[in-house]
């Protein structure tokens, strides 16, 4: 069984930063692609930003140039660096990995989420 465990949100004033931890464990053999999502309410969940195994990085447009997202390989853990945070930016924040576990069985897995707030 494999987990996703998130950290790192709150409340911040508009151009603030936060900084968001997940960390993966259990029996994971690889890991090949970890992300984070975001849901605000009434809204669908969205594609904020992904790190693949090798370091490539992809990101949503509306936060290219705010947000930085990094890997360590070595811990399972990805992180979400939020620079100048803008009130659009609330939302339940939400990990997600491609997991492949020792009995080399591939699953997409999700964290619990954290909400991150941004007031004006």
């Known amino acids: 069984q494999v987990q996703l465990v998130e950290s790192g949100g709150g409340l911040v004033q508009a151009g603030g930063s936060l900084r968001l931890s997940c960390a993966a464990s259990?029996?994971?053999?690889?890991?090949?692609?970890m992300g984070w999502y975001r849901q605000a309410p009434g809204k669908q969940r969205e594609l904020v930003g992904i790190?693949?195994?090798?370091?490539?990085?992809n990101y949503a447009d509306s936060v290219k140039g705010r947000f930085t997202i990094s890997r360590d390989n070595a811990k399972n853990t990805v992180y979400l660096q939020m620079n100048s945070l803008k009130p659009e930016d609330t939302a339940v924040y939400y990990c997600?990995?491609?997991?492949?576990?020792?009995?080399?069985?591939?699953?997409?897995?999700w964290g619990q989420g954290t909400q991150v707030t941004v007031s004006s």
């Open positions: 790190i693949i195994s090798g370091g490539s990085t």
């Open positions: 997600n990995a491609v997991v492949t576990t020792r009995l080399l069985r591939e699953y997409t897995i």
């Open positions: 259990g029996s994971i053999f690889s890991i090949s692609a």
